[in-house]
């Protein structure tokens, strides 16, 4: 379903620790997900990508993990920098034939230095 | 790399009237853009679906005589908020999509920061 959130969840690091952000997503069916990095005022910067017949997919200091049976995605950030600090927003694509997605809740990242 | 440019990135404008927010693919042709709006602190919701050469598909909820979308060029989109209202004051986003960015990458744009008195 569409996401509606109230307030963005946050999550704050040390510069130089691991992060792991987290994202529930709604429909079973989903093939594809992504996860967006959104900095302040700026719109969603694609960071990584993961189709459903996989369940990890490692990028430069990120890797996503895909759990399809309780539908959960994570991003996880290695050696942070303070230029990770910004909202991260996991997005499922519902149809297989579209390429709209639905965007999750997001979460604030704050790495302290 | 693929870019999409938006403009204009902020307006202001009085209640009652109308604004109109572009969304150009720069160097590809994008055959289907997204309309999205962000209120502050919150996610991403997709507004519309835009198809150059035919009507717009809209979201459950987004009302097409306010948000009116033409997809003219394989280049341009446009946004018309019309007879805005404060309520309507959001971030409104376009992304783009189009097999030379990727098959399931889509493009961002910087986003149009609307603002209503």
């Known amino acids: 379903g569409e996401s509606v959130g109230l307030h963005l969840p946050t999550l704050s690091v040390q510069e130089g620790d691991n992060s792991i952000i987290n994202c529930a997503y709604s429909?079973?069916?989903?093939?594809?997900f992504i996860w967006y990095k959104q900095e302040s005022g700026k719109g969603p910067q694609f960071i990584i990508d993961i189709r459903s017949n996989m369940d990890k997919r490692q990028g430069q200091r990120v890797t996503v993990l895909l759990n399809k049976t309780v539908k959960h995605l994570s991003l996880q950030i290695a050696a942070t920098q303070p230029g990770d600090s910004a909202v991260y927003f996991c997005a499922e694509k519902l149809l297989a034939y579209t390429q709209k997605l639905v965007f999750g809740q997001g979460t604030r990242l704050t790495i302290n230095p | 790399g693929a870019v999409v440019s938006q403009h204009p990135s902020w307006v202001i404008c009085k209640s009652g009237t109308s604004v109109k927010i572009e969304c150009r693919s720069l160097d590809f042709q994008a055959t289907t853009m997204f309309w999205y709006r962000q209120f502050p602190k919150q996610s991403l919701m997709l507004m519309a679906t835009?198809?150059?050469?035919?009507?717009?598909?809209?979201e459950q909820g987004v009302e097409k005589d306010k948000f009116l979308i033409n997809h003219a060029s394989l280049t341009l989109s446009t946004l018309t908020v019309t007879s805005a209202h404060p309520e309507d004051s959001s971030f409104y986003i376009c992304?783009?999509?189009?097999?030379?960015?990727?098959?399931?990458?889509?493009?961002f744009g910087a986003g149009s920061r609307l603002t209503v008195l």
């Open positions: 835009s198809n150059e050469g035919s009507k717009a598909t809209y």
């Open positions: 992304s783009a999509s189009t097999s030379a960015t990727g098959a399931n990458v889509l493009t």
């Open positions: 429909n079973s069916a989903s093939d594809y």
